[in-house]
């Protein structure tokens, strides 16, 4: 019996039009919609008066002058990212003929397998480099409001999450999401490290999460849960394709994602990667050369 993800993707909003979402929280969304962003990239306002954005989006000028007008007659004072994807952080470029605020972030794309970062897929933003390089633990104070660094490297190795300490708010970025599991794509995707990010969330108590895309999630350990469970069963249906005598990564595809459209194939013929890398990280699967997408697969006998 397959694992039920309790999925949410209802959500009221207006593009250009900045929401309250709580106290010290609002959020306002660019168009940017796709398979891969639902309604479009969430940029976060967190305090009031003097306030930090998170994640200003893609290089939209109509999006930043959202932000703009949302924070009139207040001061932003910091930009988080949460990591260099092209729907996240491009926007800080722009924000920054703007406003004066330092950018904080994990590193440069890549950052989180090299130092100085790598280039490794196509919608990395490879220009962003954070004024501050931030690590696990630390705090970020602002006038009224701090946020604790969670990182969370899987999705990108760079993924970081930021818990607003006053409402046990953690801002998820693509790490968990209410509408959709997160894709994984190696080599700057990595599955072990991403079922790790999710268990560190385990051992957390945030209360709530504003991912990037989508709505909130309420019921957090229950969704991180489903997340793992979701992953152990994909693990499963891979080793049973091999058995089938499926050994190629492209044919599998179609075999486990029965209800996805056929243009998302090469998207998640990525993520059977991240988890084909896993299994043989594990010794569980072997492959007839160099790992990737047009090998073979074999159990390890
Ligand atoms: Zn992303």
Redesign the pocket.
């Known amino acids: 019996m397959a694992v039920s993800i309790p999925f949410r993707r209802e959500l009221e909003f207006e593009y250009g039009h900045v929401d309250e979402l709580s106290p010290n929280i609002r959020r306002v969304i660019a168009n940017n919609p796709s398979p891969f962003t639902l309604y479009g990239t969430g940029t976060y306002i967190l305090g009031r008066g003097s306030v930090a954005v998170v994640d200003p989006g893609p290089a939209d000028a109509a999006h930043i002058e959202a932000i703009l007008k949302a924070t009139e007659g207040e001061q932003i004072s910091h930009v988080l990212v949460t990591?260099t994807?092209a729907?996240?952080s491009p926007g800080c470029r722009l924000l920054r003929e703007h406003v004066d605020a330092p950018t904080y972030g994990f590193g440069p794309h890549g950052s989180g397998m090299l130092e100085e970062g790598v280039a490794t897929e196509e919608s990395a933003d490879r220009d962003f480099d954070p004024d501050v390089k931030v690590r696990h633990g630390d705090i970020v104070e602002g006038d009224g409001w701090s946020v604790e660094c969670v990182y969370t490297p899987g999705?990108?190795s760079n993924h970081i999450c930021y818990q607003l300490r006053e409402e046990r708010a953690l801002f998820t970025?693509?790490h968990v999401m209410g509408w959709s599991t997160s894709i994984v794509s190696p080599p700057d995707g990595d599955m072990q490290r991403y079922i790790e990010s999710l268990r560190l969330l385990l051992d957390r108590d945030d209360a709530r999460y504003w991912p990037t895309h989508g709505p909130a999630i309420t019921e957090t350990h229950r969704h991180v849960e489903a997340f793992i469970e979701h992953r152990r069963e994909r693990e499963v249906q891979i080793l049973d394709c091999i058995r089938r005598g499926i050994h190629r990564i492209a044919e599998m595809v179609p075999q486990i994602y029965l209800e996805i459209p056929e243009f998302m194939y090469g998207a998640a013929g990525r993520s059977v990667l991240a988890h084909v890398v896993y299994l043989v990280q594990r010794d569980e699967l072997v492959c007839a050369g160099e790992l990737g997408m047009d090998v073979d697969y074999h159990l390890r006998t």
Do not use: N
Request: aromatic fraction near 0%; avoid cysteine.
């Open positions: 990591h994807h729907d996240h999705h990108t970025g693509d």
